[in-house]
C-alpha cells in the first residue's frame, strides 16, 4: 500500500514537471516571438524622441539616455520622427512626402503648423489616417533650457486652424488648482496637470458648403480632456495636455497609461 502511494506520488510530481517545463517553453516562445511593431511618425517639439539638448553629434552617434516615451512607443511602433507634414521638393524634381507610408501619427506640442502642414494633415487623416494630437495650453514640466530658447518646447498650445475645420475648440480654466489629478478620456485615464477642456465648435454662420463638409463627426470624451472625430476615412484623437509626457522620471503606471492612450487611439 506504502509503495502504491509512493508511485502516485512519484507520478504526480513527475507531472506537475513537465507541465511546468511546457509552460515554460511556451512563455519562451511566446517572448522570443519577433514583435509585429507598427510604422508611427512623431512630431513633437518635446523631448520625447531625442534627449533633452541633443545636438547634431549627440544625434547621429545615438548618444544619451533615450527618453522613456520613446522607449516604451518602440514596444509596439516603428517610430519615424518628422518635421514637417508637407511634402516638399526633393531637389530632383520630384516631391517628399513625410507622411507617405504611414496609417498612424502622433503630434505632440509642435512647434506650429504651417499652413501646408494643416493641409497635409487634413488630406492625410481623410484618406484614412489616424492621427494622435496632444495639445498643451500650459506646459508644466522643467527643462534644462530657459523659456526664451528656441530648443525650449512650446510653453502655449494653440488649436490649430485644420482642428478648427473639423469642428473642435479647446478653452483653458485659469483657475483650476496647480496639482496632478486623473482625467478620463473614457477608455481609461492619463494625469494632467493645469489641462484644457475640449470644445465642440459651432460651425460659422457664413461658412461656404464645402466648409460645412468638411466637418468631422465629433464627440467629447470622458471629463472633457479629449475629443475624437471621423473625418473622412480617418480619426482624430485630440488630447488638450501633455503632462503625460513631461515626466522624466515616469511613476511606475504611466508608461502604461502612454500605450493604452496609443492604442485607444491609433489601433
Not at 514637417?84 to 507622411?99: N, R, S, V, Y
Not at 459651432?202 to 466648409?211: I, K, N, V
Request: a negative charge; one cysteine or more; charged letters at 20%.
Amino acid at each position: 500500500m506504502a509503495q502504491a502511494a509512493q508511485r502516485l506520488r512519484l507520478a504526480l510530481a513527475a507531472m506537475l514537471l513537465a507541465l511546468g517545463i511546457a509552460a515554460g517553453l511556451w512563455a519562451w516562445q511566446q517572448l522570443s516571438q519577433p514583435v509585429d511593431r507598427k510604422p508611427l511618425g512623431v512630431m513633437s517639439s518635446l523631448p520625447i524622441y531625442w534627449p533633452e539638448g541633443a545636438d547634431l553629434t549627440m544625434v547621429i552617434e545615438g548618444g544619451g539616455q533615450m527618453p522613456w516615451v520613446r522607449s516604451t512607443l518602440e514596444e509596439r511602433y516603428e517610430l519615424s520622427p518628422l518635421d514637417t507634414l508637407a511634402a516638399a521638393p526633393d531637389g530632383k524634381g520630384g516631391q517628399i512626402d513625410p507622411l507617405a507610408g504611414l496609417d498612424r501619427l502622433l503630434v505632440a506640442q509642435p512647434r506650429g503648423l504651417s499652413p501646408a502642414d494643416n493641409a497635409a494633415l487634413d488630406q492625410w487623416v481623410r484618406g484614412g489616417g489616424r492621427l494622435l494630437f496632444l495639445l498643451d495650453p500650459m506646459l508644466t514640466g522643467r527643462y534644462a533650457v530657459p523659456l526664451g530658447d528656441p530648443s525650449h518646447p512650446v510653453a502655449m498650445g494653440l488649436i490649430p486652424p485644420v482642428m478648427v475645420r473639423w469642428g473642435l475648440g479647446m478653452q483653458f480654466n485659469e483657475a483650476q488648482p496647480l496639482e496632478f489629478r486623473s482625467e478620463s478620456y473614457g477608455d481609461g485615464t492619463i494625469p494632467v496637470l493645469l489641462a484644457g477642456e475640449m470644445l465642440l465648435a459651432d460651425p460659422d454662420p457664413e461658412a461656404s458648403d464645402e466648409e460645412l463638409a468638411a466637418r468631422g463627426d465629433c464627440r467629447i470624451l470622458g471629463s472633457g480632456i479629449a475629443a475624437q472625430c471621423d473625418v473622412g476615412k480617418g480619426r482624430v484623437t485630440l488630447v488638450a495636455d501633455a503632462a503625460l509626457l513631461e515626466f522624466s522620471d515616469p511613476p511606475g503606471e504611466a508608461p502604461d497609461q502612454l500605450l493604452a492612450l496609443t492604442e485607444f487611439a491609433l489601433d
